[in-house]
């Protein structure tokens, strides 16, 4: 890492102390350490042992989409008591829950989907020079970038689906020019079935394993001088004069020159303790890991049943499913069921009988990834503290994201400038 002078005597004494061992509180651990500011890190497990751990790892332009899309809250009224649907909602007896469900409504107009899509796609554009960065100063990212193949049954829907994407991409990344459909289809990836008649390539897209990549940058923090406590959870802060003066842990007391809260799930007791409620729900994703043969070559979309397969470390992470059923961690063994039935589509008959699941698979995993309304993620100053920050709610792309929500954060702290990329991801927007 470079260190760049003058960064510490602008945040005063003390370390800035991230909250939160996952991909974004490490990236931007990462881009404060470079500038030669002090930084220790507050994690209440292991560095990236949350939802960093179990995701397909994609670092991708094509689907950095808002999930709150026109249309998706009454595919989720239809999935009320189908717990093998892709979206799956059950209910709660939770005024919290309610509200939150109208707001996600509110946010799934066309023009609040395009104003979202287009505002992500913009953060999102210097995603892989980050990465490139990243790795030409010696992080270990494990990126690759094979290209996303998007698998279809049906050669409308695969039509459908790249027309919208190319109204939605606007020139910012390569697509093809038409679906391939047939037996071609298929063919462009080896690990698909006969049953996949059309799909499309988008090339260059990435996947990193999300769990190493984490681990490689706790290493280069620690080569760094960074202090990482692991096994502390942040319980609160201590506050003085609109200033957060030191992190509160189980095992005692941080003090600090600054906060930023990236903790996924847990950040909204953070930031109730500094007096705001923000309104994140739980949007469980499941995963698992199969040796397949055939593996893909390519990550891979299964367009109709909206599940995906990612070539990680020698095997290949079979992950799907967007469930809304409360801040929970449970594990519902039917929606495991659910997506290697799904991935049996497009990938064949790998297994026979879903109890046969049980000595085929490995790791089954399920996370609560971080969703606020709007489907766009919270990067901003909290409002009424000087010096505390929040990094949280990305949803799905918190991999995809990481570096330049670590990059463009670590600028904001350094110059208390909020960084034009910024804007559509303020604290505001929730209050309206």
Known sequence: MTQESGATRALGSG???????????????????????????????????????????WVCLSHSTPVPAPGVLRYALRSLGRPDSPLYLRPLPDPAFVRWLWRFWRSSTPSAFRRGYAAIAELNRGTFDLFDG???????TTLRRPGMVHAFLSPTEARHHLTVQRQMAAGRYELPDDVTTGNEAYRLDPALSPKVRAAYLVRGEGVVDPEAFARALGDALTASGVKIHEDAEAVGFRSHGGRVAAVRTAQGEIACAAVVIAAGMRSPGLLHSLGHRLPLQAG?????????????????????????????????????????????????WRRIVAVARASRHYLGRWFDDPDDLVTLIRDPWVGGRPFLPDGLPLIDRVPGHANAYAATGHGMLGVTLG?????????????????????SFRFDRLRR
């Open 284 to 332: 469980k994703g499941y995963s698992f890991s199969v040796d397949l043969d055939p593996a893909p070559r390519h990550t891979l979309y299964f367009g109709e049943r909206r599940a995906v397969a990612s070539p990680i470390g020698g095997t290949t992470r079979i992950a799907g499913t967007m469930e809304l059923s409360g801040n929970n961690n449970r594990l519902d």
């Open 403 to 423: 570096p330049v929500t670590g990059r463009k954060l670590a600028d904001y702290i350094l110059t208390g400038r909020r960084p034009e990329g910024l804007v």
């Open 134 to 140: 990243l790795h030409e100063a010696g992080v270990a």
């Open 15 to 57: 370390p800035v102390v991230v909250v939160g061992g996952g991909v974004v509180g490490l990236c931007t651990a990462y881009y404060l350490a470079a500038a030669g500011v002090p930084v220790e890190v507050v994690e209440r497990r292991g560095l990236g042992s949350g939802v960093s751990r179990g995701n397909a790892g």
